[in-house]
């Protein structure tokens, strides 16, 4: 079993910026891909990034996001961030870490954390 913890969504103005995190535990080495969702009121659930946990980190961004927002990984914690910059309100939404296992197809997910942003 796996285990994602997310942290550091709230509430900012326009224009400002968060940095999220979600920590990974548990049967982790089975996690090859990790990335962040996001999924607003009334509205599926999105992709907004992706990272492979392998030495080349490859990145994969929704367009709504890209050059605004920036994922990364610390291997030796366990954990993996997502940096948001630029934010507007169409950004707000509840964002969850996901891990997913390609051996086995498997999807875990974190609680989420909202991120709410003002105009």
């Known amino acids: 079993q796996v285990q994602l913890v997310e942290s550091g969504g709230g509430l900012v103005q326009a224009g400002g910026s968060l940095r999220l995190s979600c920590v990974a535990s548990?049967?982790?080495?089975?996690?090859?891909?990790m990335g962040w969702y996001r999924q607003a009121p009334g509205k599926q659930r999105e992709l907004v990034a992706t990272i492979l946990l392998t030495r080349g980190g490859v990145t994969k961004y929704a367009d709504s996001v890209k050059g605004r927002f920036t994922i990364s990984r610390d291997n030796a914690k366990n954990t993996v961030y997502l940096q948001m910059n630029s934010l507007k309100p169409e950004d707000t939404a509840v964002y969850y870490c996901?891990?997913?296992?390609?051996?086995?197809?498997?999807?875990?997910w974190g609680q989420g954390t909202q991120v709410t942003v003002s105009s």
């Open positions: 996901n891990g997913y296992d390609s051996r086995t197809a498997r999807d875990y």
């Open positions: 548990g049967s982790i080495f089975s996690i090859n891909v």
